[in-house]
């Protein structure tokens, strides 16, 4: 096997500084009211639709709304590069929007199914024919939902901290939870971030715990928790290459997994992981990051999302502001850690197809040749 090179990125550090804490501003935005079958929806977009090209949709995490969950991700300048060839559609889940005002005593909260259900709505309204999603837990729920029910509406996705099962996690948080008071703010921390995140990076907590406190309308966030911690298994299933790809209950189209190496969520996705298309699932476990990486690791993020959207043919090249003022080639572009496994739960499935191909340059380095003498699909451990 070829020996892998080892690249030094620069580290990225989050936008999140006793200066701007808080400060999550969208720039250059229109944002829209949106009749749909389960009520409605507020969402903000971004630039306008480019021709055939899909827009780029994101849904946000419980405890947080698009600016809080998306903007550090979306404001960064590597970022920035992309969104010049997409439009971009923010999503707030219903009451989650900033200002939102609380729901009537009489108010049915949409289950993840039917807020699944409310997307097309969205698409119809904006002049949207398809989408390349991002989601962040609950988020990452929806869109799988959404792109299950709507293949033909959804040409990639990213899902940051994807559980795809039905068990309710509130339960199991307030277990791990030691000499807290359990209430709903504290819940949903321990959603977000590990224990040691908790006690580690006080910056970032505090600013977190005060946007959740403070910024978001309690009553409507225990709604969203309860339609989260109640939802339906995704009842997916990895399909068995040359039997029943075509029959499976499974996501057809490319999709990126996620999690930083100390989230709550890594079992979660990886279990997703173990239950999808191995020749069309990327699984990136992000090193020394936590349950925000698209807070936390802009910079790592965004460098893999550009290789995922290349590899789908959108963007002839990827411009690495922080390395070079030149196009860089896929070839050799992180250091990773790599372990060889046959595990259904690996944390990376790799095949050759046009779709991955830049993305696993990213991922592998130099060992790409190595691979391609692999028969059938391969996994790995993969850490950037």
């Avoid at 299950?148 to 039905?166: K, M, Q, R, S």
């Avoid at 020394?288 to 043919?313: H, I, N, R, S, T």
């Avoid at 090249?317 to 572009?333: I, K, Q, R």
Wanted: with cysteine; glycine share 6%; proline share 5%.
């Amino acid at each position: 096997m070829d020996e892998l090179q080892d690249v030094q990125l620069t580290e990225i550090k989050p936008l999140l500084t006793n200066k701007n804490a808080r400060n999550f501003q969208d720039f250059d935005c229109q944002e829209h009211d949106i009749e749909t079958p389960h009520g409605v929806l507020h969402v903000t977009m971004r630039g306008v639709p480019k021709g055939n090209r899909p827009v780029i949709l994101t849904y946000h995490d419980i405890g947080l709304n698009h600016k809080s969950c998306f903007n550090t991700l979306f404001n960064y300048e590597d970022m920035q590069e992309i969104t010049q060839h997409f439009a971009v559609v923010h999503v707030d889940a219903p009451g989650q929007q900033e200002g939102a005002p609380p729901f009537p005593s009489s108010y049915r909260y949409p289950t993840m199914d039917e807020l699944a259900e409310m997307l097309p709505s969205v698409m119809t309204q904006l002049k949207v024919n398809s989408v390349i999603g991002i989601g962040v837990g609950a988020g990452a729920y929806i869109l799988s939902r959404f792109a299950l029910n709507n293949p033909t509406l959804v040409e990639g996705l990213v899902l940051i901290n994807v559980d795809p099962c039905a068990e309710g996690w509130i339960d199991w948080a307030a277990s791990k939870l030691s000499g807290w008071t359990s209430d709903l703010v504290d819940i949903v921390m321990s959603h977000h971030f590990s224990t040691d995140e908790l006690s580690d990076n006080q910056e970032l907590i505090q600013t977190y715990r005060l946007h959740i406190a403070q910024d978001i309308n309690q009553d409507n966030l225990a709604l969203f928790c309860g339609s989260y911690q109640y939802r339906r298994d995704l009842e997916i299933e990895r399909p068995i290459v040359g039997l029943n790809e075509d029959t499976v209950n499974t996501l057809t189209c490319p999709a990126l997994l996620v999690v930083g190496d100390t989230a709550p969520a890594v079992e979660a996705v990886v279990e997703c992981n173990s239950r999808l298309n191995p020749t069309k699932t990327t699984l990136l476990k992000m090193a020394d990051c936590g349950g925000l990486p698209q807070v936390v690791q802009p910079g790592k993020l965004a460098e893999a999302f550009k290789y995922f959207v290349q590899g789908m043919g959108y963007i002839p090249y990827v411009l690495l502001s922080h390395l070079s003022n030149e196009s860089v080639p896929t070839a050799g572009m992180t250091r990773l850690a790599r372990s060889r496994t046959t595990s259904s739960s690996s944390i990376t499935s790799m095949d050759s197809s046009r779709s991955r191909n830049n993305l696993n340059s990213f991922l592998e380095g130099s060992a790409t040749g190595a691979l391609d003498s692999q028969t059938g699909p391969q996994t790995m451990e993969v850490s950037c």
